[in-house]
């Protein structure tokens, strides 16, 4: 996972819980399903007879289409999971996402506005939780999913504190 043009020499880092692939797997099945079931009326409708357009050869390829880049995606989902990472330093908090396009956002504590956290239904049932990081900056999209929900409240609470500490000296 180590890139050397956007990791920080030095850091440690830690993971989301393995747990969170199967949220993401919830996700996918429950986009991907309806997403196919509506491409798919068009093909239903031409072997039906109800419609002369389109033609049926494009009517099986866009369902097609769509189904083997769902598959591709499917695939992906384990390993975008294992590539999300956090570490926590003095003064800031790193979050690290990506497999093609790696990322690693900067988040100062004295930037920190509020911490909050979020729990869906998938997550809540497997113990998870989302930290979201609010910032002066609208542009800031400073989020880490798959948090165990203790592990959750822990960063929200230090967080917090450290960000308080670092406005107080400003």
């Known amino acids: 996972m180590h ?3 956007i990791d920080p020499p030095g850091v440690q880092w830690m993971r989301v819980s393995p747990k969170y692939v199967t949220v993401r797997l919830v996700e996918w099945a429950i986009g991907n399903v ?3 079931a509506v491409l798919s009326l068009p093909l239903i409708f031409v072997l039906l007879g109800w419609w002369r357009w389109p033609p049926l050869w494009l009517a099986i390829t866009v369902p097609a289409v769509m189904f083997v880049l769902a598959l591709w995606r499917l695939v992906l989902i384990p390993r975008q999971v294992r590539a999300i990472g956090y570490a926590e330093r003095d ?3 790193l979050i690290r996402r990506g497999i093609f396009f790696q990322r690693t956002m900067v988040v100062p504590y004295g930037r920190m506005q509020y911490v909050d ?16 990081l609010h910032t002066a900056s609208t542009g800031t999209n400073a989020h880490l999913p798959g948090l165990p929900a203790e592990e959750g409240a822990r960063l929200r609470e230090q ?5 308080e500490a670092r406005l107080a000296g400003l």
């Open 117 to 132: 956290v979020a729990v869906g239904p998938v997550e809540r049932s497997l113990g998870l939780c989302t930290l979201k």
């Open 91 to 93: 003064d800031d908090l």
């Open 3 to 5: 890139t050397e043009a």
């Open 159 to 163: 967080l917090s504190a450290r960000g």
């Open 34 to 36: 309806l997403m196919l």
